[in-house]
């Protein structure tokens, strides 16, 4: 009988312990401080995912996806976009620091680069495995990664901006997973169809799936409900998107 004790408690002795750390670094002298998490049970580097938030700067919720990435298994880095204690405080200011980065796209790569950076210095990272996430401006920056043909096999964008100022100078080598909303009023089909034309230009390989019913910022409880405004949280889009995006990671980077 306690052998069969010490068999039915084993899984919660072996469940992963997800450790998160603040870690400082800088861009061009900025001062930046974002989340690395990962399972401290896992001693053999790890495929490495930065994760970058919604337009209202490094968050509980992008802290919270990059832990959930974490408890799969993943090394996860959540960036800091604007700059300790620079977070926006309304939408207005969030327009007008986001807007900074949307129109200079090299700064927008160059800032990546330096969150990407973080996971490229861990010992813990594997770093022929690395991936990029991002949610609303940080699906944007995601692209953009993988548009200046950073060190990724894969990105993933929740209903990100799609346009592209400063293309691709040729083929994109990252692998991309789009994740949409059909009805994102701030997405319209001619930005999407002329994104599709880019990705073919570049021969990428892309993926887009877009979801019915479902405005801007889909994955976003603080959205809100009301998607006449054409922001507005979808709880069955969300899990399905996430779903979609733990199958992709594992198709790339595992």
Not at 31 to 37: I, N
Not at 52 to 62: A, H, L, N, Q, Y
């Amino acid at each position: 009988m306690k052998y069969l004790l010490m068999i039915l408690f084993l899984p919660a002795l072996l469940q992963a312990k997800v450790v998160t750390e603040m870690v400082a670094y800088e861009q061009d002298g900025v001062k930046l401080e974002g989340q690395l998490a990962y399972d401290d049970a896992v001693k053999a580097p790890r495929p490495g995912v930065v994760v970058f938030s919604e337009w209202m700067g490094i968050s509980p919720f992008s802290k919270g996806k990059a832990r959930e990435l974490a408890e799969l298994g993943y090394v996860t880095f959540a960036a800091d976009f604007y700059g300790v204690g620079n977070n926006p405080k309304d939408v207005k200011s969030a327009m007008e620091i986001s807007s900074k980065f949307k129109q200079n796209r090299p700064l927008m790569r160059q800032r990546a680069l330096a969150a990407l950076g973080v996971l490229q210095r861990s010992p813990r990272v594997d770093q022929s495995q690395l991936a990029a996430i991002g949610f609303c401006f940080g699906g944007t920056v995601s692209l953009e990664l993988a548009r200046g043909s950073a060190p990724l096999k894969g990105v993933v964008s929740f209903h990100g901006g799609l346009e592209a100022p400063l293309k691709a100078p040729g083929q994109i080598n990252a692998k991309i997973l789009v994740l949409h909303g059909g009805d994102d009023p701030y997405v319209p089909d001619e930005m999407v169809r002329q994104f599709q034309e880019e990705m073919r230009t570049a021969k990428a390989d892309w993926q887009l799936v877009a979801y019915g019913n479902t405005v801007h910022s889909f994955t976003v409880p603080d959205a809100g409900s009301d998607p006449t405004k054409g922001v507005a949280y979808n709880e069955v889009s969300a899990k399905r998107a996430w779903a979609q995006m733990k199958t992709f990671l594992k198709s790339v980077i595992e």
